[in-house]
Nanobody, 115 residues
């Protein structure tokens, strides 16, 4: 089994910054992709950003230029630096990881951006 534990969420004013972290632990051989998704109240879960084992990144249009995803493969940890936060970024942010054919999710961390 694999566990994903997120940290770093909280309340911030519009224009501010937050940094999320997600550490994977357990029976890990190789993590092929890690990423962040978010779900706002009444909305579907959506992609925020992903990073592949080789370092390739993918961002949602709404986060390009403001958010930066990075990883430390030795620590099985992924980070999300969020700058210029907007009220519409308010959501529960979930960490995601793909290991071979298996997908794992974290429990989520709340990010609230006040106007």
């Amino acid at each position: 089994q694999v566990q994903l534990v997120e940290s770093g969420g909280g309340l911030v004013q519009a224009g501010g910054s937050l940094r999320l972290s997600c550490a994977a632990s357990g029976s890990i051989l190789v993590i092929y992709t890690m990423g962040w998704y978010r779900q706002a109240p009444g909305k579907q879960r959506e992609l925020v950003a992903t990073i592949a084992l080789g370092g390739a990144t993918n961002y949602a249009d709404s986060t390009k230029g403001r958010f930066t995803i990075s990883s430390d493969n030795a620590k099985n940890t992924v980070y999300l630096q969020m700058n210029s936060l907007k009220p519409e970024d308010t959501a529960v942010y979930y960490c995601n990881a793909w290991l071979s054919r298996d997908e794992y999710w974290g429990q989520g961390t709340q990010v609230t951006v006040s106007s």
